[in-house]
């Protein structure tokens, strides 16, 4: 299956796909592309980033397009595809606040399970998705636009509910959401927390209580994270040398930037790449 809406205009783009044909499988490999997958029938094991990962069914992964994806052609998965264009989360935010919960570079895509009344909600916003496919007048794309918005919009507010703490504020959390934003945005640059603190006016304490109190990875470890995830995309998908690398992650002394991946990895940067070179070939 692959149905898709196209405006050449402004090259906007939507796919719905379960990715069993050569036309959607190319879209793995395209640049710029969001990615969020559901898995309706049984567990499916993918690939992200060069590792494996098990999507449970009825569970649900968003992509963003830095994520680089490998989805066999088996039958039990469904996903939305969708560039910038036709939707872009940033400059949506205020509308559907998935920024920093749903979409991130994160090392460990968010993952979200349905249960119960969720899973007939979701069959219900996809079978009317699909349904608006077969439209084709001057209103489809923002039809499309608008149930995509709805997804999205349920989607964090599953991913909310899944915080160990539901008492916390949503101004609290909002500001683990715009951590996770000003990370994504400054990662190459600022290696500290105590430089996010200071552009979110907190203290990096107050930041490690907040983090810990909704069960979160730590402020510095999302840094860190954040950092090897770049790291590793680099050394599996482009041929720049380890040097190159850390300079692109605003490491002045390559040593240094090899001694940190080691410490976080268990490998240098050389005998990371050299240990998935063969699995990627």
């Excluded at 507010?157 to 959390?173: C, V, W």
């Excluded at 203290?203 to 109190?213: D, M």
Aim: proline share 2%.
């Amino acid at each position: 299956m692959r149905l898709e809406y196209k405006d050449f205009k402004d090259e906007s783009l939507l796919i719905l796909t379960n990715f069993n044909c050569d036309k959607s499988q190319h879209l793995l490999k395209r640049k710029g592309n969001y990615k969020i997958l559901w898995s309706i029938n049984k567990d499916i094991t993918i690939g992200i980033d060069g590792y494996t990962i098990v999507l449970k069914k009825n569970q649900m992964i968003f992509c963003t397009p830095l994520n680089v994806l490998d989805i066999s052609k088996e039958k039990g998965l469904i996903a939305i595809v969708f560039n910038r264009e036709f939707y872009c989360i940033r400059d949506h935010d205020q509308e559907v606040s998935c920024n920093g919960f749903l979409f991130f570079g994160s090392s460990t895509p968010p993952v979200i399970t349905l249960l119960g009344e969720d899973i007939s909600c979701y069959k219900a916003m996809f079978y009317i998705l699909e349904e608006e496919f077969k439209e084709n007048d001057h209103i489809q794309g923002e039809m499309l636009r608008v149930l995509l918005k709805r997804i999205l919009i349920k989607s964090t507010r599953l991913i909310r509910k899944g915080f160990n703490d539901i008492t916390i504020p949503s101004t609290q959390l909002d500001i683990v959401r715009q951590y996770n934003i000003l990370v994504e945005k400054h990662f190459r640059e600022k290696h500290q927390v105590l430089e996010y603190a200071e552009m979110l006016c907190k203290t990096p304490k107050t930041l490690s209580v907040l983090f810990k109190k909704i069960g979160d990875e730590l402020p510095l470890a999302i840094i860190n994270n954040r950092i090897i995830l770049e790291a590793k995309r680099l050394l599996l998908y482009s041929n720049k040398t380890a040097k190159e690398i850390a300079y692109e992650l605003g490491y002045n002394e390559s040593g240094h930037f090899s001694r940190f991946f080691k410490k976080e990895v268990g490998l240098s940067p050389i005998n990371f790449k050299k240990s998935k070179g063969d699995s990627l070939a």
